[in-house]
């Protein structure tokens, strides 16, 4: 019973969270804030899996996101909205109660698909060169949607919403909400059974030692590209989500910027734990929140307390363990290995 | 005609800024193997440094503006050398003592790129400002080609700060110390060689290159804004691993590099392009030459 204690708690409080925005008991802003700290948590998860457990530095993550985004909302509008874009809709708007899970699907496998671009250089290179790869794509990912004019180049891209409302006329409950956690919890549950499992023990070998996994029967090859392709989907799913929590996406909001953010919430974590990531992502976003009425100085105070941190503390929060090996009692709940 | 050698020139002059900038990121990576991401910003103080610098001695002091460039040139590159220096001391020297991962640190010189943007932008204000003019501009029209004795200034520092740094890194005491740190870091310190003032050393070469970027700049784009640094520098990194990074030269061929492309897509292409295309060359050369032009493969001993 206490093993599957974790299995039962977490859907739980997420039904919780459910019940509470349905009664109206949290408001909007606080929903808003929940949803997008479950956004962050999939990219600082996400991320992990490359910065952390298999080694590289990856840091075009926001790019990744951009193609998710826009992939997502275009699926969005074409099956289940009627938009100036597609015209009328495919699939009548009930249907998305069930067919949702196919526009994030299709945000996470062409955020993949861009994955192998950054794979493929990964065969033969690592470390800061293909730091310079990732960040290229970072760009080459907005640029080539700022000159993308059919699907409003650098003005952005509206209309997704209507899905949501769609689903909202046949039942009416939070059904924002309900995706991003699903897609949260999912995506985290994924990369724990992923780096568990025996095929994904390679990854911490990739990131040991790669000579030494490959005289080891690991194919170090495909590892890597099968991880770059499960991180990269995974933050294109976030990025279909956040498209329509927000309802409005431009290029501009997936620069640079977005792919710090993701790296400081992997590294404040902790370097290849996922526990920790998670955490710091939920840390992080409520920083971020809890400073919003300084303005400007926002973003001066929160790199100083991340620069104070990584003094104190330089391995981040959680190190390189999880949860359980920080605190031994919560191992009669739950383990990771 | 005139078209192709008008733009090859303006290629010269902004590769000469992504070179000078790339030279920074060149230094430092190749003694610490750190990518100081601040860089960027430190250029960016640069520019303000010498935008304050100039109007004191202008407006206040009531200079010529020949003398104050004389005074500038010097005052802004150690100043800015400071400014490199203090968030070596601060932020970096403190981590590498510990023994935090290299990543660890990367990720704090992101974060002090940021205190320096928005710093400044808190400090100061999103007003953009204006820098005065400080050399007077003649044109020099040269068979049909129409240089200024700016543009010429800014080709012939950077070609000259190249051989500098070349000699240094190359014909000197300290710069055969600055190549074995990057080496070997355990040996080094046995035989004598204080790795701190070393790496100081460095940093005030590339924040001290990058203050002269800034000065350069702002004569050549007088508006300054907090984020200016932020893009260049990012450029200036990619243009820097595609060279070679820790070596000088590739800094150099890799500043000019980007630079013909950017200046060779926006001549041809529409201009919106011109990031995609650039980059996409980039990332091709650096599928065939993992290393980068100039750099070296590293053969792991198992």
């Not at chain 1, 897609?183 to 000579?211: H, P, W």
């Amino acid at each position: 019973m206490q093993r599957y204690a974790l299995n039962i708690l977490l859907p739980a409080a997420a039904a919780f969270i459910v019940v509470l925005s349905q009664m109206g008991a949290l408001d909007l802003y606080v929903q808003s804030v929940i949803m997008f700290m479950a956004i962050n948590v999939i990219m600082s998860a996400s991320l992990n899996l490359v910065n952390g457990n298999m080694g590289e530095f990856s840091c075009g993550h926001g790019g990744f996101m951009c193609v998710g985004a826009y992939v997502g909302s275009l699926l969005s509008m074409l099956l289940f909205t009627n938009s100036k874009l597609f015209g009328a809709a495919l699939l009548p708007g009930y249907s998305a109660l069930v067919l949702f899970p196919l526009v994030l699907l299709g945000a996470g496998a062409a955020a993949a698909l861009v994955g192998v671009i950054v794979a493929v250089p990964s065969f033969k290179t690592r470390g800061d060169y293909l730091a310079i790869i990732t960040l290229a794509v970072n760009y080459m990912v907005i640029s080539a949607i700022q000159n993308l004019d059919v699907i409003g180049g650098p003005r952005g891209l509206t209309g997704m919403r209507p899905t949501m409302s769609a689903m909202e006329d046949v039942v009416n409950l939070p059904w924002m909400m309900i995706w991003v956690l699903i897609g949260a919890f999912g995506s985290v549950a994924l990369i724990r059974r992923y780096i568990s499992s025996t095929y994904g023990k390679g990854v911490n070998a990739v990131c040991q030692d790669e000579i030494a996994a490959e005289i080891m029967s690991v194919d170090t090859n495909r590892i890597k590209l099968v991880t770059f392709m499960v991180s990269s989907g995974l933050a294109g799913v976030a990025g279909a989500l956040y498209a329509h929590v927000v309802g409005y996406v431009n290029p501009g909001s997936f620069d640079i910027l977005k792919s710090t953010e993701a790296m400081v919430m992997v590294y404040l974590g902790g370097m290849g734990s996922l526990s920790g990531s998670v955490l710091s992502a939920v840390l992080f976003t409520l920083l971020l929140e809890a400073l919003r009425p300084l303005q400007i100085y926002k973003w001066v105070l929160v790199p100083l307390i991340l620069i104070l941190l990584m003094q104190f503390r330089p391995e981040g929060i959680m190190g390189n363990k999880e949860l359980p090996d920080m605190f031994p009692r919560l191992r009669k709940y739950f383990t990771f290995k | 005609m005139e078209f192709v050698f008008q733009n090859i020139l303006n290629a010269l002059q902004w590769g000469s800024f992504y070179a000078l900038i790339a030279l920074g990121y060149t230094l430092v990576y190749g003694v610490l193997l750190l990518i100081n991401f601040a860089h960027g910003d430190i250029f960016m103080v640069g520019a303000y440094i010498a935008y304050f610098v100039a109007t004191l001695f202008l407006a206040t002091v009531g200079l010529s503006p020949s003398a104050t460039l004389t005074l500038a040139v010097p005052l802004t590159m150690i100043l800015t050398a400071c400014v490199g220096v203090t968030l070596e001391r601060v932020a970096y020297r403190p981590l590498r003592r510990k023994g935090a991962h290299r990543l660890y640190v990367v990720i704090t010189a992101l974060m002090c790129g940021l205190i320096l943007e928005n710093g400044n932008l808190a400090l100061l204000g999103a007003s953009r400002k204006n820098f005065p003019e400080l050399l007077e501009k003649t044109v020099y029209n040269f068979m049909g080609l129409s240089v200024t004795n700016l543009k010429v200034v800014v080709i012939f520092t950077a070609i000259a700060v190249f051989l500098l740094l070349q000699f240094i890194v190359t014909r000197t005491k300290i710069g055969m110390a600055m190549r074995g740190i990057a080496w070997d870091k355990f040996a080094i310190p046995l035989m004598g060689i204080p790795v701190d003032t070393i790496i100081v050393f460095t940093f005030v070469l590339g924040s001290g290159m990058a203050g002269l970027a800034g000065l350069l700049f702002a004569m050549s784009y007088p508006v300054l804004e907090p984020y200016m640094g932020a893009l260049i520098g990012w450029k200036a990194f990619i243009a820097a691993v595609v060279g070679g990074i820790g070596d000088i030269r590739g800094a150099f061929v890799g500043g000019f590099l980007l630079a013909f492309l950017e200046i060779g897509v926006a001549a041809v292409f529409p201009s919106t392009l011109r990031d995609l295309i650039a980059f996409t060359v980039l990332l091709l050369i650096m599928w065939r030459k993992p290393t980068g032009i100039f750099g070296v493969a590293k053969h792991q001993k198992i």
